[in-house]
């Protein structure tokens, strides 16, 4: 079984910044992509950032410029470092494992975390 674990959600300012941090566990021999999608209140849950295994990022416009997307295959971590937070960035942050590879059983498998409160204050 695969686990994403979350961490580094919470209230700022905005202007502010914070770090969340995705972990994955399991018979994971590979991972194309990793990335993070929120959910707002009342909203559909939306692509913020996304990046592939080999490095190559992907951004929602409303991010560009303030969030990176960063990963290190070696620990199956992915990173969303957000600057410049605004409160429109207030919602559930989820972490995304895309074409996972195990070792248990054959083809590719789409694994979420349980979500991390980001709360952006005005």
């Known amino acids: 079984q695969v686990q994403l674990v979350e961490s580094g959600g919470g209230l700022v300012q905005a202007g502010g910044s914070l770090r969340l941090s995705c972990a994955a566990s399991g018979s994971i021999f590979s991972i194309n992509t990793m990335g993070w999608y929120r959910q707002a209140p009342g909203k559909q849950r939306e692509l913020v950032a996304a990046v592939t295994s080999g490095g190559s990022p992907n951004y929602a416009n409303s991010v560009k410029g303030r969030f990176t997307v960063s990963r290190d295959n070696a620990k199956n971590t992915v990173y969303l470092q957000m600057n410049s937070l605004k409160p429109e960035d207030t919602g559930v942050y989820y972490c995304?494992?895309?074409?996972?590879?195990?070792?248990?059983?054959?083809?590719?498998?789409?694994?979420w975390g349980q979500g991390t409160q980001v709360t952006v204050s005005s």
């Open positions: 995304n494992a895309d074409g996972v590879g195990v070792t248990t059983m054959p083809g590719r498998y789409r694994y």
